[in-house]
C-alpha cells in the first residue's frame, strides 16, 4: 500500500468535525441491509465519510461481526431459545454490472473463443505444413543414420553442389547430441507408439470437447506412484507419462467395471493389498466417480465448450454445514432448546414462519437455494422404485429391464439408496439420475428389508437376518 | 369521467391492509393506534409525501416486526413472550460478538435489554428503547445496531476517562508531542491537499477514513462498502495516487516547482513513519483490535 502522507490524514481528520446529525439506529439498520434509497443512502455515506462514531456502528454492525459459533454454552443455556438462526445476508452490489468488469469479460471471451478457433483448426484439420514436420520427425527417429547423411549432405550441397566431400563434423556432432537427448527422454516409452497415440481414445460418437473435457477430468483425479502399492487387475499397462495430457488412459478401463468378490466397491475398483506396481503406473484417487456417471453428467449438462476447465458443480447444499451461519453451528441446536425453552413455544412457532425476518430477503443464499430446489418423494410400489416431485404423478426411477424387484427405499436429498430382491442394492447420490450397484458381499441373501442411516453409515437387514454395515458410504461393507 | 380514489381512501385502504397483514391485534394494537404509528414515521422519513409515495414506503417497511416491537413498548405480555423467544438469545449473541469477552458481553446485553423493557419514565409512561424502532431494516439488524451504538459510546466514555497512573504506565503522559511538525507545514500544502479531498466522492473519503483513521481491515471495509477486500486495496492505492497526483498539481499551481511539491510530500511521508500504526494501536478494546496483515 503506498505511504499516506501526514498532512492527508491531518486534513482528514479536520473535516470530521463537520459531521451534523448523526443518522438514527433505523436508518444505519437500512443502510446496512443496503435497503435505503439512493439519495438517503448517499447522504448516510456523506455522513460516514465524516463521523467515526458512524463508522464504528456500522462496522460493528455488520452481519458476520457476531460470531454465534463463539458464543459460550453457559451464556446461551442460561436463556431460552429456538432452535431458528438464520442471519440477515448483506445483498453484495452488483460489482459485475461495471463497464469496466464489463470490457474485461468482453476482451475475456473474445481470448477465449480466439484459443478455440486456433485449437479446432489445429487438431481437426492438419495441413500439410504441419504434417510434414512429424512426419520427418518419425522419420529421422526410425533411420537416424540417413538423417546425418541428409543434413551433412544439404549442408554441403549448399556450399558446393558439385563434390560430394566428408559430413561437416560441427553439424553430425550437433544431430547426435540431439540425438542423444531424444534417446534419453524416450527412454521408458514404447518405441511403437506413435505420438499420436498418446491421446485419450474418444467414442466415435462423441464430440471431441466432451471428450477432451471428460479426460481433463479424470486427469486431474489421477494419482502418480511409483510406490509398490496395489492395483486393479484390470488396470492398463502404461507407460511412464511425460505430463498429465500426454497419458495414454482409457477411462472406461480405469474405473468402474465389475465388482469383485467379498468387500467390493462399486464406485472404484479398489486393488487387493500386496500387489506390486511398476514405476509410473498410476490409479484413480478413491472416490473418483465412475466414467459412466461422468459421461452421463456431461451429457446431460450440456456444458458450453468453454467451460472446459470446469470442475463439476458443489452445490449449495453439500456445503451449507461449512457456513459460519448455517444452523449447523447454531449453538440453538435442538437438545438446547429442549432444555431452555420458554413457554408457549409452539404459538410462538407459528409466529417465527410469518416474520418478516424470516422472508427471502434475509436468508442466506443457500436456505434461499434450498427454498427454490424442488423436493422429490421417493416410494416403493408393486416392486416398481417411483418418484415424484409433485405427490401426483410418480415416474419410475429405475429402469425396469434391470430386473430388481424393489422392497425398501430410503434417503435425504439427492443421495438415495433402494433395495429389492436377492439382496439388490442400488445407489444414487444425483436424485436418481444415475444410479450405481451396490454389492453388499458374497454372502448376502434374501430380500433387503430395511436401509437405516444415512451419509457414510450405513445398515441394512435382508429378510434372512443378515445385518450388513458400512461406514465409508457403500466401498466396503460387513456382516454384523 | 370517473375518478380514482382520493388519498385518504388510498391511505385507509393501504393501513388497513397492513393492519390485518402484521397482526396487530395479537398484541392488543388497536387500528388507530397503528395508523398514527404509521404516519408518525411517515412523517419522520418521507415528510409531505404524495399519498402512493406514502404507501409504497409503508409496504417497504418490517411491518410485523413494528408491530411486535410497539407492542412490547406497550407492555403487552404476549408481544415480550414472542420477543424475548425470538431475540434474547440473539441479543447476548450480538454482544458477544462485538464485545468479544464474556462478562461484557452479557453486561452490555442487559443494559439494551433493561432500555428495550424501559426502564426510564417520561410523563409518568415507561419508556422503552422499543417504541424508537420504525421498521426500516430488520429487528434484528435494529437490535444489533443499538448494541453497537451502546458498545462505541462507552468505550469513548471510558477511553475520556483513563487514569493519570494507567498513562503513566502506557508510557503515554512521556511520548513526544506530534504537534511538531504540524507548524511547519506550509499554506499551500493544506490548501492543496483540502483542494484533494474536497474533489473526492463520499465513499472514496470514507474508504481512506476507515483504513487510515479507524484503522479497519480491507476485509471490513469490503463488507461495508459491498464489495470484495482486493477491490478495496486497489482502490485504495489508486486513491492514494490520485490525491499525491492532485496534491503536487495544486501545489505547482500555487507556485512552487514539481520538484519542491514533490520533496515537500516526500518529507511528510518521511515523518508518517515514525508516527502512525502505533498511535492507532494504543488503548483499543478487542473489538477495535484486528491486525491488518491478517484481515
Known amino acids: 500500500m503506498p505511504e499516506f502522507p501526514t498532512i492527508v490524514r491531518r486534513r482528514l481528520q479536520a473535516g470530521e468535525d463537520r459531521k451534523g446529525f448523526h443518522p438514527d439506529a433505523d436508518t444505519l439498520t437500512a443502510y446496512v441491509e443496503q435497503l435505503l434509497p439512493g439519495h438517503e443512502r448517499d447522504y448516510v455515506t456523506r455522513h460516514l465519510s465524516v463521523c467515526s462514531e458512524c463508522r464504528d456502528v456500522v462496522t460493528l454492525t455488520m452481519p458476520e461481526v457476531t460470531a454465534a459459533a463463539e458464543m459460550p454454552e453457559a451464556v446461551v443455556s442460561a436463556v431460552p431459545t429456538e432452535s431458528v438462526s438464520v442471519m440477515p445476508t448483506m445483498p453484495r452490489r452488483r460489482w459485475f454490472l461495471t463497464p469496466a468488469f464489463g470490457m474485461a469479460a468482453s476482451i475475456a471471451a473474445m481470448a477465449l473463443g480466439l484459443t478455440f478457433v486456433l485449437r479446432l483448426d489445429h487438431e481437426r484439420a492438419p495441413t500439410a505444413s504441419n504434417q510434414q514436420p512429424r512426419q520427418e520427425i518419425q522419420a529421422r527417429n526410425e533411420n537416424p543414420a540417413r538423417n546425418e547423411s541428409k543434413v551433412a549432405g544439404n549442408n554441403q550441397s549448399v556450399a558446393n553442389p558439385a563434390v560430394q566431400p566428408a559430413p561437416a563434423p560441427r553439424i553430425t556432432a550437433g544431430l547426435a547430441t540431439a540425438q542423444v537427448a531424444q534417446q534419453r527422454n524416450s527412454a521408458g516409452k514404447p518405441k511403437s507408439v506413435p505420438a499420436d497415440s498418446i491421446r485419450a481414445p474418444q467414442p466415435a460418437n462423441q464430440p471431441a470437447d466432451v471428450a477432451d473435457l471428460r479426460r481433463d477430468y479424470l486427469n486431474s483425479q489421477l494419482l502418480f506412484s511409483s510406490s509398490a502399492t496395489a492395483r486393479s487387475p484390470d488396470l492398463p499397462q502404461a507407460p511412464q507419462p511425460m505430463f498429465p495430457r500426454a497419458l495414454n488412459l482409457h477411462a472406461p478401463a480405469l474405473v468402474g467395471g465389475s465388482a ?69 453451528l447454531s449453538l440453538a441446536d435442538s437438545s438446547q432448546a429442549a432444555t431452555a425453552k420458554g413457554a408457549d413455544v409452539s404459538e410462538a412457532k407459528g409466529e417465527l414462519a410469518q416474520s418478516q425476518a424470516f422472508t427471502r430477503r434475509a436468508l442466506t443464499p443457500a436456505a434461499v437455494a434450498r427454498l427454490d430446489e424442488p423436493v422429490i418423494q421417493w416410494k416403493v ?100 | 369521467m370517473s375518478s380514482g380514489p382520493s388519498p385518504i381512501e388510498t391511505l385507509a385502504v393501504a393501513t388497513r391492509d397492513l393492519y390485518e397483514k402484521c397482526g396487530a391485534q395479537k398484541y392488543d394494537l388497536s387500528y388507530e393506534e397503528f395508523h398514527h404509528i404509521l404516519e408518525q414515521i411517515a412523517g419522520k422519513y418521507v415528510p409531505g409525501a404524495p399519498a402512493a409515495h406514502k404507501v409504497k414506503f409503508w409496504k417497504e417497511l418490517r411491518i410485523e416486526e413494528l408491530a411486535l416491537a410497539r407492542g412490547c413498548a406497550n407492555g403487552q405480555e404476549h408481544a415480550w413472550q414472542v420477543f424475548l423467544t425470538r431475540y434474547r438469545q440473539k441479543l447476548y449473541e450480538i454482544a458477544r460478538g462485538i464485545t468479544r469477552e464474556d462478562s461484557s458481553a452479557r453486561e452490555l446485553a442487559d443494559s439494551i435489554y433493561g432500555d428495550l423493557f424501559g426502564t426510564s419514565e417520561r410523563d409518568g409512561n415507561r419508556l422503552s428503547r422499543l417504541s424508537f424502532y420504525m421498521g426500516r431494516g430488520s429487528l434484528e439488524g435494529w437490535l444489533r445496531t443499538v448494541v453497537a451504538q451502546e458498545f462505541v459510546n462507552r468505550y469513548r466514555k471510558q477511553k475520556r476517562l483513563v487514569s493519570l497512573d494507567e498513562q503513566e504506565e502506557d508510557g503515554v503522559q512521556f511520548t513526544a508531542s506530534d504537534s511538531g511538525p504540524a507548524s511547519a507545514i506550509d499554506s499551500r500544502l493544506s490548501a492543496a ?103
Open chain 1, 260 to 328: 469383485g468378490a467379498g468387500q467390493t466397491n462399486a464406485y472404484l475398483q479398489v486393488p487387493a493389498a500386496g500387489q506390486p506396481q511398476a514405476a509410473g503406473e498410476f490409479y484413480p484417487r478413491p472416490g473418483t466417480p465412475s466414467s459412466s456417471v461422468i459421461d452421463k453428467l456431461l451429457d446431460a449438462s450440456k456444458l458450453p465448450l468453454h467451460a472446459k476447465k470446469l470442475a463439476p458443480a458443489i452445490r449449495a447444499k453439500e456445503t451449507e454445514h461449512l457456513s459460519m451461519f448455517s444452523p449447523g
Open chain 1, 381 to 480: 410400489a408393486q416392486g416398481k422404485l417411483l418418484k415424484s416431485s409433485d405427490l401426483s404423478s410418480w415416474v419410475e426411477a429405475y429402469p425396469a429391464s434391470e430386473g430388481i424387484v424393489f422392497t425398501v427405499v430410503s434417503g435425504s436429498g439427492p443421495d438415495i439408496w433402494a433395495g429389492g430382491s436377492k439382496a439388490a442394492l442400488v445407489h444414487s447420490r444425483d436424485a436418481g439420475a444415475t444410479w450405481d450397484k451396490v454389492r453388499l458381499g458374497v454372502a448376502a441373501s434374501g430380500d433387503i428389508m430395511a436401509i437405516e442411516g444415512g451419509g457414510l453409515t450405513l445398515q441394512v437387514k435382508t429378510s434372512t437376518g443378515q445385518t450388513w454395515v458400512t461406514s465409508d458410504g457403500g466401498s466396503s461393507w460387513n456382516q454384523r
Open chain 2, 193 to 295: 491537499v483540502d483542494d484533494a479531498l474536497g474533489s473526492l466522492s463520499s465513499e472514496d473519503r470514507m474508504v481512506l477514513a476507515s483504513y487510515y483513521l479507524d484503522d479497519r481491515t480491507l476485509t471490513e471495509i469490503g463488507r461495508l462498502v459491498g464489495v470484495h477486500e482486493s477491490t478495496i486495496s486497489r482502490r485504495l492505492e489508486k486513491l492514494l495516487k490520485g490525491l499525491r497526483k492532485q496534491v503536487v498539481h495544486g501545489l505547482t499551481a500555487r507556485g512552487m516547482s514539481r520538484t519542491q511539491a514533490e520533496e515537500m510530500l516526500e518529507s511528510d511521508v518521511r515523518y508518517l513513519q515514525v508516527d502512525v500504526g502505533k498511535k492507532l494501536q494504543e488503548n483499543l478494546p478487542a473489538a477495535f483490535q484486528r491486525d491488518k496483515g491478517t484481515n
